[in-house]
C-alpha cells in the first residue's frame, strides 16, 4: 500500500488527509480551527448521549461527528463494553474503549484488506522477523495520546481510577440500589465521555509520525534484553511459569 485514506464521509476532512504507509507518517492539512469546531462537536455529541454507556457513547461521539464509515455496524459492538468492560469497574474505562474502535474504524482497514498485508508479510519476511506494518503504529499513537491525557486528568484509566477522582468512590452499577445513587450524579461521567471523543477527533486529525514519542511508550531495553529477570529483581515479583515460557520464546 502507497496510501491510505482515513474512511471519513466528510468531503473535506477525508481530502486533507493522507496517511503513507511506507514511511509511517499520517499528513493533515485539515485547518486547526476545523479541528477545533469538531473535537468540541464530538464532546457535545458523547456528553449528551444518555444511554446505553460510556463506551457508546464515545464510540459515537467520534464517529457520529467524523461520519466514520461502518459506524452503525460497529456500534453494537460497544454495548458491552460500558464501566469497566462488562460493569467490571476494575477494567480500563469504556470511554476509553469506544474512543480506541472509533479511532480503529477510522483507518478502513477491512478484513480484505488485512488478509492481504498478511500475506504480503508472510511470504516476504521470515517470521522472527516481522514487525506490525507502520499505518498500525500511527493508530496506537493516537490511542495512546488520549490514554495519556486521561492519565494527566484523572490520575488513571480504568473505570474505578476515575470514578473515585470524579465521584469520591467507586460504584458496582450492577447492584441496582449503588446504580441508582451513581445515576444521581451521572453527569460527572458524561464530562469524562465528553473529554474523551474530543481528545479522540483532535489527535485523529492532527499529523504525526509513527515514531513520534512512540520510544516512551516502549519496553525499556533492559527489560526487553532480560525478560522476565528484570521483573524479578527489579520489579519483586516472579512471573507465572507460563508467561516466563512464553517470554523466553519471543522472537524479539
Known sequence: MDKL???IEIPDI??????????????????????????????????????????????LGIAETLKIKGRDEVFMATLGLSGGCGQMVR???????????A???????????????RKDIETMVPFYKRRMPKWRYIMF???????????????GTTCADIQFERHGQTFDSRDPRIRELWHADIQK??????????WGV????????????????????????????????????KLPPRWKEKWDRHPY
Open 5 to 7: 485514506r482515513l474512511a
Open 141 to 155: 499513537n493516537k490511542i495512546l495520546y488520549v490514554i495519556d491525557k486521561v492519565k494527566d486528568k484523572y490520575g
Open 14 to 59: 477525508y481530502e486533507q488527509i493522507e496517511i503513507i504507509p511506507r514511511t509511517g507518517e499520517l499528513i493533515s492539512k485539515v485547518s486547526k480551527k476545523r479541528i477545533e469546531e469538531l473535537g468540541k462537536k464530538a464532546r457535545e455529541l458523547a456528553s449528551s448521549y444518555s444511554a446505553p454507556g460510556c463506551a457508546t457513547d464515545a464510540f
Open 202 to 237: 483532535v489527535s485523529l486529525l492532527e499529523s504525526t509520525k509513527w515514531d513520534k514519542g512512540l520510544k516512551e511508550w516502549n519496553l525499556p531495553k533492559e527489560i526487553l534484553k532480560r525478560g522476565n529477570q528484570y521483573y524479578e529483581e527489579e520489579e519483586g515479583f
Open 189 to 198: 461521567c458524561r464530562e469524562v465521555e465528553g473529554d474523551i471523543a474530543e
Open 91 to 101: 477494567g480500563t474505562c469504556g470511554a476509553i474503549l469506544g474512543m480506541a474502535m
Open 103 to 117: 479511532i480503529s474504524l477510522s483507518f478502513g482497514i477491512d478484513k480484505k484488506i488485512n488478509d492481504k498485508i
